[in-house]
């Protein structure tokens, strides 16, 4: 135990029952974004999320997050504009400033993802003895605090949107 105990402080056991538990919470994500694969992609839906998130973008921002060239960008949000999950509106003062935001089926498209999120960890507390969930939520705020609060916004993760 002499490396992984240096390496890892005196926690070794702890750091291990936090990864299964990110472990499970990633499958949660995972089986999400299956729910929602035959309408939309990966990249799209980290932009619908983001939106959803955030609130209206414009492109700039979009290839920011996704770490892409403005015209990857730009054909990520034309096909959910295509698609009618994201509307695209110009700015009226700079015509240069595209404006978009989730349309109604966007914002359901979202929704299910982050509900489907919600019930399984749901589900997940419910099999836990009662005395257990308010510890467990406890300890996941301080976790979350300890990290410095910020969530992940990367539509194929992020849980929800923190309230």
Known sequence: MGMESSRFGERPAQVEA?????????????????????????????VLVLVALRGPQN??????????????????CDRLVSAGLLSR??????RRYVQLDLTEAGRALVGTVLDHRRRAIADVLERMPAASRNDVAEAMDSFAAAAGGEGIEDGRFTLGSGG
């Not at 921002?61 to 403005?70: C, F, I, K």
């Not at 509106?89 to 700079?94: A, P, S, Y």
């Open 59 to 76: 492109l700039g921002a979009v290839a920011r997050e996704l770490g892409v060239h403005a015209s990857n960008a730009t054909r990520t």
């Open 18 to 46: 936090v990864l299964k538990a990110a472990d499970v919470l990633l499958r949660v994500a995972a089986r999400s974004v299956v729910e929602v694969e035959d309408r939309v992609t990966s990249p799209q839906l980290r």
């Open 89 to 94: 509106r110009e700015d009226l003062v700079d």
